[in-house]
């Protein structure tokens, strides 16, 4: 396709949203923050061994402080006049840390280069953040990744999961949109605590059979 015809579908906007690279730098912005508060199942084990967090990644496009919208399948947009305060997979991490640490259900977690002597760590690669239309009325916060528990005395990958939310927002008004943004984190960070306990819990016990109930 010509550099002018690329141009012109990149001028394409969508009410209450602009393109990638779209609107001034000098544009007024509104800041969102999410702060989900996430509660770990009871039912999730309590461990005996210790996790680091390694730094998420994610494509440039997906991990931004722009806030992603797909119209349509094949095309990705922002919201105009609007920005996260943090990156998503800065949020991802945070609320991670934080619901772990708060459960109790472990005697040690910390982002990776805190200094403590971790048993596992885990490795996340961000796929999806963005407000997805998928053919609907309205967007839903669509949040997708991949998550890896390595252990950490001989780097083996004690198991691999992909993890997806989409929570439906209550509007196309971009508040609305950044609350279902809070809710599709809280839902699938609570998923990935759960898994992340389940699945270090069956491998102490694979491990270290005479040392478990």
Same mark, same amino acid.
């Given at each position: ?93 945070? *609320?991670? !840390?934080?619901?772990?640490? +708060?459960? $109790?259900?472990?005697? /040690?977690?910390?982002?990776?280069? &805190?200094?403590? @002597? =971790? ?27 991949? *998550?890896? !528990?390595?252990?950490?005395? +001989?780097? $083996?990958?004690?198991? /691999?999961?992909?993890?997806?939310? &989409?929570?439906? @927002? =209550? ?43």
């Amino acid at each position: 396709m010509a550099r002018g015809a690329v141009a012109a579908v990149l001028c394409v906007s969508l009410a209450g949203c602009s393109l990638l690279g779209g609107g001034s730098e000098r544009e007024r912005s509104t800041i969102y923050a999410p702060d989900p508060r996430v509660g770990i199942d009871p039912s999730a084990p309590a461990a005996s061994w210790q996790l680091s967090l390694s730094p998420p990644s994610g494509a440039r496009s997906i991990d931004s402080f722009r806030i992603a919208v797909r119209p349509t399948p094949g095309e990705l947009q922002v919201y105009r006049g609007a920005s996260w305060a943090k990156t998503p997979t800065d949020m991802l991490q945070d *609320a991670l !840390l934080r619901a772990l640490e +708060d459960s $109790g259900k472990l005697p /040690s977690v910390a982002r990776q280069g &805190a200094g403590i @002597a =971790a048993d596992y760590k885990l490795v996340v690669d961000l796929r999806r953040f963005e407000a997805d239309y998928a053919g609907n009325a309205v967007p839903a916060a669509t949040i997708e990744f991949n *998550a890896k !528990l390595i252990h950490a005395i +001989d780097q $083996g990958i004690v198991d /691999s999961r992909t993890f997806h939310a &989409a929570q439906p @927002a =209550a509007g196309t008004d971009i508040g609305l949109v950044v609350d279902a943004f809070s809710r599709s984190l809280e839902d699938v960070t609570g998923e990935l605590a759960h898994w992340i306990l389940a699945t270090g819990d069956a491998h102490e016990r694979e491990a270290h059979p005479q040392a478990r109930r």
